[in-house]
Structure formats: C-alpha cells, structure tokens
C-alpha cells in the first residue's frame, strides 16, 4: 500500500528498486550457493556506492541525515530480490557508531564502512536485554580490557572486517570494535547459502581506542542497535513475502489443471488472499514502527510485534506458495524455494515468531492496563 | 514505558489531537452511565436521547456535508467520535440512517427527499433499517425476488425480507427490489426503494438471535403501496445506487477498537481467573495483541490515504475480513479467559462492572457474516485486487 512517501524518498525507493533488480534475483543467488558465496560483492559494492548507508548517519559525520524508515525502502527491494548482501548488519553498525557521544574512537571505522573498505557487522547475543535477561556467553576484564567467550548465529562472519561487539559485563556493558584477526570463526552454512557463524575470543585484548561506549550508554546504543537489526530483517522479510506471493500468482494464473487454470479455483484464491492481507499489514506495521523508531518514540514491544509477525507471515506465505506451486514446489530446480529458505533464514535471525512473541508478553504485562 | 494497546490510535494531526480532547471532555460530562458496559445490545428507542444529544452538540454525522447539517469532517474525525464513544463502553448511534441511507440520500435523493429524509435522520426521530436480504438471497445478493410493480403513480410491492437489524424497531426501510424480472444481469433489474414500514400490507416479525436478544426482524410485503416518488435514483438503477456506499462503512464497523476493548477484558477476567499465570494464555494473548498492533497500523494508513483520495480500492474489504476474524478470535479469548465462567448465561461481576464472555463471542459471530461474508469479501479481492481468473 502506499506509504506517503516524499518526493525524495519516492526517488530512493525507485533507484533502490532498479539497483536490486539488475543485482539480484533467484539466478543471481543459485550462482552465488553454487560458487560457495555468502555474499555478492557485487551488489554490495553497488549498494556502498549509492550510499544506502549513508541514510542512518547523521550529516556530520558523513551521512544523509535520514532514518531507518528510509533505509527500510532499500531493505524491502533486497528482500524482495534475494539480494545477499549485509545491509542491515552494515547499516546498524553505522547507524550505532554514529551515536556514540563521543566519536574520535569510531570516525576512522565508520569513514571506512561507509566507503566500503571495511565491512562491520555487530556481534551480538543479549536481545534478552530488552526485557531485563542477561547474556552469558562473554566475560570482560575491565582492569586489563580483556575479553573471553563465544557469540553464536553471527551474520556474515565470513566476510566482516571488524566485530562490533556487544559485551554484557554486568553493571559496566562495553561496545568494543574487535578485528577479524583477533577473533577464531567457526562458519556454518545455512540453507539458502548465506552463513552463521561462532566468533570466539580467545583473552583477546580489547585496547581503549576500540571502546565505542561503555556503562549506560553502551546498553542504551546496544539496545538501540539490536532493535535496528530486527526491524531491518523485518522490512527485508516484507519484501520478501510479497515477491513469493507474486511469483505465485503469476504460476496459478498459468497452471492448467481439469481444464482451467487453479488460480480459479477458490480454495487457492482464498490462500492467496490471506498472503495478501499478511502483507498489506506487515507493511503497515513494519513502516510505523520504524517511523516511531526514528522519532525516538517506540515502544520496545513495538519491535518485538513487528519482527515476530514479519517472520510469521513470511513462512506461511512461502509455505502457502509451495504447496500452490505442487509437486514442482518440492525441487530443486524451481526458484520458489529459495524464497522459501532465505524467509527461514532471516525469520530466525535476530529472534523468530515465539521468541518475540515472549519477548512481547514480558515487555507489555507487567505495564498493561485496561486503558483502553 | 507504561503498554496500552490503543497506542497506535495516536494522532499525527495536532487539530485532530486537539478535537480528540474536545471530545472525551464532552463525552465524560453528558454520556448518561446507564449506556455503558451493557452485555446485551441496547434497542434503538432506548438510544434516541443519546443520539439527540449528540445531534444537539453538532457531532451526529460529521463525515456529512455542512449544508446538509454535517460537519464537513475530515474521516479521521469521524474515527475519533467513534474511539472515544466506544472507549468508554459506550454504544455508537445506529448507522443505518447516518452512515448508510443518509449519504445515498445526499448523493442521489431528489431535493423533496433530502428535505423529508435527512433532518430526522440527525435528529434521530426516525430508525431506518436497511431492506437487503432475503431468504434466497445472501451472499448472492443480486438473486433477490422482493418485487415491486409499477401500477399508476405507485410501486407495488410483494415478496419478503430478512436479517433485518433494528427491523421490528424502523420507521422506514430502504429496500433493494426487483422491478425488471427479464434482466440480465440480473441486477441491472433492481431498483432502490423508500418504504414508510406503516404501509398497510406490511408485517415485522423480530427474529431471535444465537446471542438470546432481537437484534433483527423479517418482513412480509403484500400488495403494499409505495409512491413512485419514493424511487431513490432511477428505476431500474438500484443496484449502482447501493454500491456507492459499500467502502466508508468499514471504517466503523471493522475498527480495531472492538478487538482492543475484548482483549483488554479478557485481559481482566484472565487476573480473575488465573488464567494471566498460564503460559498458553499468554501466548495466544501476545499473539492477538500483535495482530491488533499491526491491524492498527493499517487501519490508521487506510484513513490518512483515504483522507487523501488514494485508498486503494482492496482497503474497504481487507478491513472487514480482518476487524471482523480479529474480533472473533478476541472474544473467544475472553471465554477461553474466563475458564468455568466463560459458558455462563448470566453476567460476572470484574472490578466494578459486568462482562458477559458468552455473549461478547455470539455478538461476534455476526461480524464476519453481515454486510458481505468474509468469504464474498476474499473473492472479491481475488478477482479485482489479485486478478485471479474466474
């Protein structure tokens, strides 16, 4: 539905399209799996290149002065063309190591990833945070800045640079840059051929000039940079969703069975319709909540309810598209599946469905009244 | 950060913040108390105070034009008039005269008409009902047989109508009938009708609803005399005169605020009960409320494009499939909640009023069959949204 776009952001969005359609693509992503990529440098490169990064970041220091809402217009058009390439990640790095007050230790390590000569991407495993859980995974020594442990499920740690790295060290959190050199990574493939990966410390040194922020503010940025990554992923599964269905009715307005094409028939019409309206919300929901996000006036739960109910629809609108698409829905060879695999990848990447759907319960019980 | 789940009833607009707090002030001052929290549905001359008094105060159509005794409003206000009544418990006037008759009245009434027609409506003097349905004619509404015969000056009327809400309770009814039985297609032979229900020739029979009240009636028409005058648009032309309507409608009746109301109710029975301890409540609890969050969202992006003449044409349906399914699965909520006391006829008592979980989840039966079943709508979408092939 239209979003009452600016002229300005009308013109982003269009640029973005074209950009992902030339980039990406179900054939660009089979080439990608079968050369073992979790990345396309190729896009990447273009996306650097037409500063989409640049949308988070503040004009000071390099940046457009935009929010997440407009970065999201990018996002979408990814999904929705497969595109392998650490947008979100990257962009909330930047968006996160422009906030830090104080930003002499980040100017050199955003002034690269915005150029693209360094690629960042967070480290991260205390969404529990949000709602007061504590990560367990990583100890700091904050006398001798040195940090021990493991994060699991991190994206694209074949590719990164530099771990920008969220440390829960009890009363004093630390968001610290850390090198690739410095870290072990165990790579692990996933379905749809982008990667998760084990980053390691081993008494890594962590030195003073790498320290984006500490204390509050750590948590508040750490915090803040979790809820960018969720509501990325969100906007790149809407867009997702909404090519899978498109894909589909494109096939049952094609396919004959007893003599006409099922998508006459009203059981597939009433599923399409249902994929429609999922998608129709989710962007609704998806695009207010970052609009509030920007403004500075979301509730955490608003987070929460958009990255569970984008990561719902989409499974169920990719499901739905295979079982529409029949026995050819279950090879190899048709491109709806890989719709299917990368909705599973990112519906599980930064807390699926019942994870924020938890995650919501705690955030809105012990605060909600019968205010209404 | 405190949680309600009404914070996407936000307005952008700061008028319409303003005409916000305008309104909750007034409503808190004159709704009589008696009107709100009622668990069985209050019948339309029990309201006409009410409505007078919202009539008297300028706010009873303020989506109709200013000439025409409106407030020339934007929908959001509409919206607003409508959240805040609603917020407090409160019933919102019957629409059948302001929201459905009245405005094809404006649109295609003849100036006689308007000036019979329209000041009763605000008044709210006369109850309308709305003649559609009939027992052979459901979702299949152009099959309807009610004919009426042109005889001299006069149309005369034969045939049956049903599932009429506030039937037994109107004044006058506007009625789809058949005048032209050789047309084809077939509703190109239906005509728009002004029935004074007094008539001779007519007999109401209320009808008993699932919920235990009467909320409609069916209607018997022999050889009853309508003058011709009565015509709304030209004979024959009923069927496009109706569909005029078929859109702002929505917007009152799908709004997020009745699912926002049940689960805040389910939300207290579940205290009551016990249930808000349970794992699988809290579940299905933060489920809905998801949908709610997101369904708000749409709902308030569909009124500001509405307001701006670009509502896409799948709005007015998407509105009515999810308002009514998400309401549904609200009050099935509030019983699941209520645990032994969700079968209960009778009221329970939570706080310092009554709920009733039963007759919450009957009432929300009627949601997803009346005015199009969700299933009409979902073809509806299929074929003019989606472009699936018949």
Same mark, same amino acid.
């Given at each position: 539905?239209?979003?009452?776009?600016?002229?300005?952001?009308?013109?982003?969005?269009?640029?973005?399209?074209?950009?992902?359609?030339?980039?990406?693509?179900?054939?660009?992503?089979?080439?990608?799996?079968?050369?073992?990529?979790?990345?396309?440098?190729?896009?990447?490169?273009?996306?650097?290149?037409?500063?989409?990064?640049?949308?988070?970041?503040?004009?000071?220091?390099?940046?457009?002065?935009?929010?997440?809402?407009?970065?999201?217009?990018?996002?979408?058009?990814?999904?929705?063309?497969?595109?392998?390439?650490?947008?979100?990640?990257?962009?909330?790095?930047?968006?996160?190591?422009?906030?830090?007050?104080?930003?002499?230790?980040?100017?050199?390590?955003?002034?690269?990833?915005?150029?693209?000569?360094?690629?960042?991407?967070?480290?991260?495993?205390?969404?529990?945070?949000?709602?007061?859980?504590?990560?367990?995974?990583?100890?700091?020594?904050?006398?001798?800045?040195?940090?021990?442990?493991?994060?699991?499920?991190?994206?694209?740690?074949?590719?990164?640079?530099?771990?920008?790295?969220?440390?829960?060290?009890?009363?004093?959190?630390?968001?610290?840059?850390?090198?690739?050199?410095?870290?072990?990574?165990?790579?692990?493939?996933?379905?749809?051929?982008?990667?998760?990966?084990?980053?390691?410390?081993?008494?890594?040194?962590?030195?003073?000039?790498?320290?984006?922020?500490?204390?509050?503010?750590?948590?508040?940025?750490?915090?803040?940079?979790?809820?960018?990554?969720?509501?990325?992923?969100?906007?790149?599964?809407?867009?997702?969703?909404?090519?899978?269905?498109?894909?589909?009715?494109?096939?049952?307005?094609?396919?004959?069975?007893?003599?006409?094409?099922?998508?006459?028939?009203?059981?597939?019409?009433?599923?399409?319709?249902?994929?429609?309206?999922?998608?129709?919300?989710?962007?609704?929901?998806?695009?207010?909540?970052?609009?509030?996000?920007?403004?500075?006036?979301?509730?955490?739960?608003?987070?929460?309810?958009?990255?569970?109910?984008?990561?719902?629809?989409?499974?169920?609108?990719?499901?739905?598209?295979?079982?529409?698409?029949?026995?050819?829905?279950?090879?190899?060879?048709?491109?709806?599946?890989?719709?299917?695999?990368?909705?599973?990848?990112?519906?599980?990447?930064?807390?699926?469905?019942?994870?924020?759907?938890?995650?919501?319960?705690?955030?809105?019980?012990?605060?909600?009244?019968?205010?209404? | 950060?405190?949680?309600?789940?009404?914070?996407?009833?936000?307005?952008?607009?700061?008028?319409?913040?303003?005409?916000?707090?305008?309104?909750?002030?007034?409503?808190?001052?004159?709704?009589?108390?008696?009107?709100?929290?009622?668990?069985?549905?209050?019948?339309?001359?029990?309201?006409?105070?009410?409505?007078?008094?919202?009539?008297?105060?300028?706010?009873?159509?303020?989506?109709?034009?200013?000439?025409?005794?409106?407030?020339?409003?934007?929908?959001?206000?509409?919206?607003?008039?409508?959240?805040?009544?609603?917020?407090?418990?409160?019933?919102?006037?019957?629409?059948?005269?302001?929201?459905? *008759?009245?405005? !094809?009245? +404006? =649109?295609?009434?003849? @100036?006689?008409?308007?000036? &019979?027609?329209?000041?009763? $409506?605000?008044?709210?003097?006369?109850?309308?009902?709305?003649?559609?349905?009939?027992?052979?004619?459901?979702?299949?509404?152009?099959?309807?047989?009610?004919?009426?015969?042109?005889?001299?000056?006069?149309?005369?009327?034969?045939?049956?109508?049903?599932?009429?809400?506030?039937?037994?309770?109107?004044?006058?009814?506007?009625?789809?009938?058949?005048?032209?039985?050789?047309?084809?297609?077939?509703?190109?032979? *239906?005509?728009? !009708?002004? +029935? =004074?229900?007094?008539? @001779?020739?007519?007999?109401? &029979?209320?009808?008993?609803? $699932?919920?235990?009240?009467?909320?409609?009636?069916?209607?018997?028409?022999?050889?009853?005399?309508?003058?011709?005058?009565?015509?709304?648009?030209?004979?024959?032309?009923?069927?496009?005169?109706?569909?005029?309507?078929?859109?702002?409608?929505?917007?009152?009746?799908?709004?997020?605020?009745?699912?926002?109301?049940?689960?805040?109710?389910?939300?207290?029975?579940?205290?009551?009960?016990?249930?808000?301890?349970?794992?699988?409540? !809290?579940?299905?609890?933060?489920?809905?409320?998801?949908?709610?969050?997101?369904?708000?969202?749409?709902?308030?992006?569909?009124?500001?494009?509405?307001?701006?003449?670009?509502?896409?044409?799948?709005?007015?349906?998407?509105?009515?499939?999810?308002?009514?399914?998400?309401?549904?699965?609200?009050?099935?909520?509030?019983?699941?909640?209520?645990?032994?006391?969700?079968?209960?006829?009778?009221?329970?008592?939570?706080?310092?009023?009554?709920?009733?979980?039963?007759?919450?989840?009957?009432?929300?039966?009627?949601?997803?069959?009346?005015?199009?079943?969700?299933?009409?709508?979902?073809?509806?979408?299929?074929?003019?949204?989606?472009?699936?092939?018949?």
């Amino acid at each position: 539905m239209d979003l009452l776009l600016t002229e300005q952001q009308s013109l982003f969005a269009e640029t973005a399209a074209r950009l992902c359609l030339d980039h990406g693509g179900p054939r660009r992503l089979r080439a990608l799996r079968a050369a073992g990529a979790e990345m396309d440098g190729e896009a990447w490169r273009a996306a650097v290149k037409a500063e989409w990064l640049a949308t988070v970041v503040a004009e000071a220091h390099g940046g457009q002065g935009l929010g997440a809402f407009d970065l999201a217009l990018s996002l979408e058009q990814a999904g929705r063309q497969l595109l392998m390439i650490p947008l979100v990640e990257a962009a909330a790095a930047a968006w996160t190591m422009s906030r830090a007050a104080d930003m002499s230790r980040a100017s050199g390590a955003l002034a690269d990833l915005l150029r693209g000569s360094r690629l960042i991407v967070p480290a991260t495993e205390a969404a529990s945070w949000r709602y007061g859980g504590r990560a367990a995974g990583l100890h700091y020594d904050h006398r001798d800045g040195v940090l021990d442990g493991s994060i699991p499920f991190v994206a694209y740690g074949r590719s990164a640079d530099t771990f920008l790295v969220v440390i829960d060290a009890g009363a004093r959190p630390v968001l610290a840059m850390v090198p690739r050199g410095d870290v072990s990574v165990v790579i692990e493939g996933n379905v749809d051929g982008s990667t998760s990966s084990k980053v390691t410390f081993a008494k890594v040194h962590v030195p003073a000039e790498n320290v984006i922020a500490t204390g509050a503010e750590a948590r508040k940025l750490a915090v803040q940079m979790q809820e960018f990554l969720m509501l990325g992923a969100a906007a790149e599964l809407a867009g997702l969703a909404a090519a899978a269905l498109e894909v589909t009715l494109d096939y049952v307005k094609l396919r004959q069975q007893f003599g006409k094409p099922i998508g006459s028939f009203q059981v597939l019409q009433h599923r399409a319709v249902n994929g429609f309206i999922d998608i129709e919300l989710n962007r609704s929901l998806v695009y207010r909540v970052l609009a509030a996000y920007d403004a500075g006036e979301h509730h955490p739960a608003m987070v929460s309810a958009a990255k569970a109910r984008a990561s719902r629809a989409a499974l169920e609108i990719t499901r739905a598209a295979l079982q529409m698409h029949g026995a050819i829905g279950y090879t190899e060879e048709h491109d709806i599946g890989l719709y299917y695999k990368r909705a599973m990848v990112l519906a599980a990447r930064y807390g699926g469905e019942l994870s924020h759907a938890g995650a919501f319960s705690t955030l809105t019980h012990e605060s909600a009244g019968a205010a209404a | 950060m405190g949680w309600d789940n009404t914070t996407l009833f936000v307005d952008d607009d700061p008028a319409d913040r303003a005409f916000r707090a305008e309104v909750r002030d007034w409503i808190a001052r004159n709704l009589p108390a008696e009107l709100c929290n009622r668990s069985i549905r209050i019948d339309p001359p029990e309201l006409k105070p009410w409505h007078r008094k919202l009539y008297e105060r300028g706010w009873i159509a303020p989506h109709w034009p200013k000439d025409h005794g409106g407030m020339g409003a934007t929908l959001t206000q509409q919206i607003i008039l409508f959240e805040e009544i609603s917020r407090v418990g409160a019933p919102t006037p019957y629409p059948h005269g302001l929201n459905f *008759i009245g405005p !094809l009245i +404006i =649109d295609a009434g003849t @100036p006689a008409q308007k000036a &019979k027609h329209l000041p009763p $409506i605000l008044t709210g003097e006369t109850t309308w009902c709305q003649g559609y349905s009939e027992a052979g004619a459901g979702s299949d509404l152009a099959s309807l047989a009610t004919r009426a015969e042109l005889d001299g000056d006069d149309l005369v009327v034969n045939g049956h109508k049903m599932w009429t809400t506030n039937g037994h309770f109107a004044d006058w009814m506007f009625a789809l009938v058949r005048t032209d039985p050789k047309a084809q297609p077939r509703h190109a032979g *239906i005509s728009m !009708l002004l +029935i =004074d229900l007094t008539s @001779p020739g007519i007999t109401v &029979k209320p009808i008993q609803t $699932i919920k235990g009240d009467a909320e409609f009636a069916e209607e018997f028409f022999v050889d009853v005399r309508v003058p011709r005058e009565n015509l709304l648009g030209a004979l024959n032309d009923g069927w496009k005169v109706a569909n005029r309507l078929l859109g702002s409608e929505r917007f009152t009746t799908g709004h997020p605020r009745n699912a926002a109301v049940l689960l805040n109710k389910a939300r207290e029975v579940a205290e009551l009960t016990g249930a808000m301890r349970e794992g699988g409540f !809290l579940q299905k609890l933060a489920t809905l409320e998801i949908e709610l969050l997101a369904f708000s969202a749409y709902y308030r992006h569909a009124a500001a494009l509405h307001g701006r003449n670009r509502a896409p044409f799948s709005m007015a349906p998407v509105i009515k499939i999810v308002g009514g399914e998400l309401g549904q699965r609200a009050s099935e909520l509030l019983v699941e909640a209520a645990g032994g006391f969700g079968p209960l006829a009778g009221d329970l008592t939570v706080g310092n009023h009554a709920v009733n979980p039963a007759a919450e989840m009957f009432e929300m039966r009627r949601v997803t069959v009346g005015s199009g079943a969700v299933e009409i709508q979902r073809n509806i979408i299929a074929k003019r949204v989606l472009g699936l092939p018949s």
